[in-house]
């Protein structure tokens, strides 16, 4: 009942019961010494008709002196121990039986580690040495695919501010059947349930399940998520009717311009192409041999390519697939990727020299682009990319935007371009020369400067 009493606070000491009467005979001498004309009407009586059976416990001697650190004779142990009320008996060689006392015996000392902290203590913890025990190790072999794992959730939770989400292997069917997405032939899980029996083959639709739970207690957020995926597939390998690869499902979340996500989301995956491959990544148009998924918008869609592979797939999710889900997500944006981490693997890693640092200063130049909203990235990325000039050092993308302040159906892009060399400070004349020749670039493609 929770009550705080004098039964249960003796009772929660594990006080031996065998002392009950030991304790009765103790008061009666007491009162007979100090109360004066004290008679006894009757006999003792104990009702203890279940008694606790004695305790005993084998020790290793040998055990105990390696656990112990020290060699002690047998003859000592014994001491030791009778000296604090146990009995010992021989057990065979090197062995002893040790009997408890019934009040060591409630809880206290009942296996053969609490003998052995007995003999330690009364021999004391400071008169035993401390040396750390031989142990034999064996090193095994990395494991490429665990330190790809490993080196990804690092950066991403670590250095991008990513959360890891764990979700289940199997699809659910009332998740599917509400994106409006067929996964066609799985792998099915024999003697499951129809509610979990189909093995995933995408981690795209739990991404899509947990961003729909977060958003409801975070404004803007990030996740990554790392797991096995399945295919109907023969592995002779392994000699099992199926393939398991490794995947890595990534989603930014929040509120604001699907461009400027889409951007950070690129960003965070050229980032990690950079430090945990070691390669630079590009994007190009999606593989038309593959069709989009219901959570793939049919124009900000683009393949992750790394060291001329593709890998990966990022997108942002169309309006009608977050409808599907909640029709609060309508001003929500939700940015994805899928990464093959079998295909990372089988990149590797490359070490390469960094190049020196710049003697003379670069400087960077800012060029906003109109262009049709229609137009991919991609497309206008290989376009910009083409240009040539000696000065340029580096062109990349730093801003999108669309609104009210351009006409309708145009985009603004900002592409940022370093220039500089290697022996002399530039001057204004380099400075006018390089954004004619850029400018002339752009017009060529049928992009404007925008002023």
Same mark, same amino acid.
């Given at each position: 009942?929770?009550?705080?009493?004098?039964?249960?606070?003796?009772?929660?000491?594990?006080?031996?019961?065998?002392?009950?009467?030991?304790?009765?005979?103790?008061?009666?001498?007491?009162?007979?010494?100090?109360?004066?004309?004290?008679?006894?009407?009757?006999?003792?009586?104990?009702?203890?008709?279940?008694?606790?059976?004695?305790?005993?416990?084998?020790?290793?001697?040998?055990?105990?002196?390696?656990?112990?650190?020290?060699?002690v004779?047998?003859?000592?142990?014994?001491r030791?121990? %009778?000296s604090?009320?146990?009995?010992?008996? /021989? &057990? +065979?060689?090197? #062995? =002893? $039986?040790?009997? @408890?006392?019934?009040?060591?015996?409630?809880?206290?000392?009942?296996?053969?580690?609490?003998?052995?902290?007995?003999?330690?203590?009364?021999?004391?913890?400071?008169?035993?040495?401390?040396?750390?025990?031989?142990?034999?190790?064996r090193?095994l072999?990395?494991?490429?695919?665990?330190?790809?794992?490993?080196?990804?959730?690092?950066?991403?939770?670590g250095?991008?501010?990513?959360?890891?989400?764990?979700?289940?292997?199997?699809?659910?069917?009332?998740?599917?059947?509400?994106?409006?997405?067929?996964?066609g %032939?799985?792998?099915?899980?024999?003697?499951? /349930? &129809? +509610?979990?029996? #189909? =093995? $995933?083959?995408? @981690?795209?639709?739990?991404?899509?399940?947990?961003?729909?739970?977060?958003?409801?207690?975070?404004?803007?957020?990030?996740?990554?998520?790392?797991?096995?995926v399945?295919?109907?597939?023969?592995n002779p390998?392994?000699?099992?009717?199926?393939?398991?690869?490794?995947?890595?499902?990534?989603?930014?979340?929040?509120?604001?311009?699907?461009?400027?996500?889409?951007?950070?989301?690129?960003?965070?995956l050229?980032?990690?192409?950079?430090?945990?491959?070691?390669?630079?990544?590009?994007?190009?148009?999606?593989?038309?041999?593959?069709?989009?998924?219901?959570?793939?918008h049919?124009?900000?869609?683009?393949?992750?390519? @790394?060291?001329?592979?593709?890998?990966?797939?990022?997108?942002?999710?169309?309006?009608?697939?977050?409808?599907?889900?909640?029709?609060?997500?309508?001003?929500?944006?939700?940015?994805?990727?899928?990464?093959?981490?079998?295909?990372a693997?089988?990149?590797?890693?490359?070490?390469?020299?960094?190049?020196?640092?710049?003697?003379?200063?670069?400087?960077?130049?800012d060029?906003?682009?109109?262009?049709?909203?229609?137009?991919?990235?991609?497309?206008?990325?290989?376009?910009?990319?083409?240009?040539?000039?000696?000065?340029?050092?580096?062109?990349?993308?730093?801003?999108?935007?669309?609104?009210?302040?351009?006409?309708?159906?145009?985009?603004?892009?900002?592409?940022?371009?370093?220039i500089?060399?290697?022996?002399?400070?530039?001057?204004d004349?380099?400075?006018?020369?390089?954004?004619?020749?850029?400018?002339?670039?752009?017009?060529?493609?049928?992009?404007?400067?925008?002023?």
């Open positions: 009942m929770g009550h705080r009493t004098e039964a249960s606070a003796r009772f929660e000491k594990a006080l031996d019961p065998a002392n009950t009467v030991l304790a009765i005979r103790r008061f009666v001498k007491l009162a007979r010494d100090e109360l004066a004309g004290l008679e006894i009407v009757s006999a003792l009586s104990d009702g203890y008709p279940d008694p606790k059976p004695p305790v005993s416990v084998e020790v290793d001697l040998a055990f105990a002196n390696r656990f112990i650190g020290v060699d004779p047998r003859d000592r142990v014994e030791l121990l %009778e604090l009320g146990f009995r010992c008996e /021989s &057990a +065979g060689q090197d #062995r =002893l $039986r040790v009997h @408890v006392p019934s009040f060591r015996a409630a809880r206290d000392v009942t296996m053969e580690a609490d003998v052995i902290e007995e003999i330690s203590r009364v021999i004391g913890y400071d008169n035993l040495p401390g040396t750390l025990p031989d142990v034999t190790m090193s072999p990395p494991v490429p695919a665990r330190q790809l794992e490993r080196r990804s959730l690092e950066l991403f939770c250095g991008l501010g990513f959360n890891e989400i764990q979700t289940y292997i199997w699809y659910d069917p009332a998740w599917l059947d509400l994106l409006g997405f067929d996964p %032939e799985c792998v099915e899980i024999a003697g499951a /349930s &129809a +509610g979990g029996r #189909r =093995l $995933r083959h995408t @981690v795209m639709p739990h991404l899509l399940a947990a961003a729909d739970l977060n958003r409801r207690h975070y404004e803007r957020f990030g996740l990554v998520t790392i797991g096995s399945f295919f109907p597939e023969p390998q392994e000699d099992w009717p199926a393939r398991e690869a490794g995947r890595m499902g990534l989603a930014v979340v929040g509120r604001g311009n699907e461009d400027a996500l889409m951007a950070e989301l690129k960003g965070a050229e980032t990690w192409a950079c430090q945990v491959l070691n390669q630079p990544a590009e994007f190009a148009e999606p593989d038309k041999t593959q069709p989009l998924k219901p959570w793939e049919p124009i900000k869609t683009a393949d992750l390519i @790394v060291a001329a592979r593709r890998m990966g797939r990022v997108t942002i999710a169309p309006l009608d697939c977050r409808l599907k889900i909640d029709e609060h997500l309508r001003r929500w944006t939700i940015g994805l990727a899928e990464i093959d981490l079998d295909a693997v089988a990149i590797g890693r490359t070490d390469e020299e960094l190049e020196p640092v710049p003697t003379y200063p670069q400087v960077e130049l060029f906003s682009v109109l262009l049709d909203a229609s137009r991919r990235y991609a497309t206008v990325a290989g376009q910009v990319g083409q240009f040539s000039h000696p000065l340029l050092g580096r062109l990349t993308l730093v801003d999108s935007f669309e609104g009210k302040s351009l006409p309708a159906g145009r985009r603004s892009l900002t592409f940022r371009a370093r500089g060399e290697p022996d002399r400070t530039l001057t004349d380099d400075l006018q020369a390089f954004r004619q020749a850029f400018t002339a670039h752009l017009a060529t493609h049928d992009l404007t400067i925008r002023t």
